[in-house]
């Protein structure tokens, strides 16, 4: 009897704080205004930088997203981890090359020469080949698409600086624990670089990623003296403890690293979506293509030669979205002209402009503005979902990525000839806004193109 009373206690305390937790986040996430976001702290390596936005934001918590930017210098090698979160890695400029390792996938790279390796268990080590799994050539454009708990490491092998925008989905059924972003790096000793700065801005009210060492340093010696079967010197250096280069460390020599050309890696992934046409077998994880170049005119959904462009990756032309439920858009707006004012029926959309500024008036389910201001280069702005939205360029254009927590994140106009407007009766409009039929007629059909308008079309027609 006393155990019972003890388990319904113990389910009624349970039951009261999922309740007050729901309580609090409704509270909390009572979206009344948005701000424009920038790089809140940094954490400084040897060959590079890594930036952060604050992600106890009530936008980023809300939405369950966070946001990082890399800067890795020339040479510069972001140390092998892996995050609780899908994540998303845009190549805002520079070129590189990108590892993803995915558990259970066959090492289809090989070395042709074969080096010697010592083996502690036998005098004469022997001859064997080096393998690993596939490298993806990094470039600008490119979305690396990286699934929860893997492995992954970038090296700038370029002449200027490597600037890769990562977003993260905290609130993915991938992520089991919390609604935290977890990095565990498998080397080095990735705050130590940044603790010997002096004069660092660091405005985040709570430091996003703190750093400590990486995960072998929580393993006795011992343990991995056994495990991989070296001396204690080694087992010792995989700690890092002594290691004071941070998360971002400078190559000395070329990386020595198996890959093929640009042009014959995409000629191998068109093969393999051949065979996989052909035999007609679902993509398995290990085969699917884990980056894609949003450039591409391929990608081109909306085009209007005198406002601008979108492209989307979405699960149809990017599959492995759908194993991460994350899309993403890139999109371009010419000098004063208007995206038309839209809402995302399925996903948070977060915006982070990277060229020129643009004019950004966001509506909530009152009618009331949450932002009205400029959005400029470097900057972002999480627009929930369901939320209106429209944007103006400025003077100089304006060209942003989007990224999105849905595989097919689906959009709804406004205004142009496929909106929501355009596809009520005449009548219903009449009468909704108490004009004119005629009225109606102009403000169904006098805006004529589809999603962006150039600055004259904008200008309203008498």
Known sequence: M??????????????SAGTLARQQRQNWCQINRINALEACGNIQAEAGVTEFWEPDNQLFYC???????????????????????????FTEEGKGVLGVVLPGCPETYESSSKQQFSDLSQRRGPRIQDRHQNV??????????????AAHWIYNDGNTELVVVVFFDTHNNANQLDA????????????AHSEQQQGQSQQCHLHPEPYSG????????????????????????????RDQ?????????????????HSREEQEQEQEQERGRENGFEETVCSLKLKENIDNPAHIDFVNKQAGRISNLNNYKFPILRHLQLSVAKSELYRNAIQSPQWMLNAHNIVYVTH???????VNNKGESVFNDELREGQVVVIPQNFAV??????????????????????????????????????????????SREDAQKLKYNQQQTSLFSASSSKGQG
């Not at 006393?2 to 319904?8: D, F, I, Q, R």
């Not at 990486?214 to 403890?241: C, H, P, S």
């Not at 020129?356 to 966001?362: F, S, Y």
């Open 180 to 191: 935290n972003r977890r990095r565990f790096y498998l080397a080095g000793n990735p705050h």
């Open 214 to 241: 990486n995960i072998f340093n929580g393993f006795d010696v011992e343990f991995l003296q056994e495990a991989f079967n070296v001396d204690r010197e080694t087992a010792e250096k995989l700690q890092g403890q």
């Open 245 to 261: 280069r941070g998360h971002i460390v400078r190559v000395e020599q070329d990386l020595q690293i198996i890959r093929p050309t």
């Open 136 to 149: 993806q050539n990094f470039n600008p454009g490119d979305v690396v698409a990286i699934p929860a708990g």
């Open 63 to 89: 939405s369950g997203v966070e946001f990082i930017r890399h800067r890795i210098q020339p040479d510069g090698l972001l140390l092998p981890s892996y995050v609780n979160t899908p994540h998303l890695a």
């Open 390 to 435: 429209i944007k103006k360029a400025g003077e100089q254009g304006a060209r942003w990525v989007s990224f999105r927590t849905n595989d097919n994140a689906i959009t709804e106009n406004l205004v142009g000839r496929v909106s929501a407007i355009r596809s009520l009766p005449v009548d219903v409009v009449a009468n909704a806004y108490q004009v």
């Open 2 to 15: 006393a155990m019972m009373k003890a388990s319904l206690l113990l389910a009624f305390f349970l039951l």
């Open 356 to 362: 020129g500024n643009m004019r950004v008036q966001i």
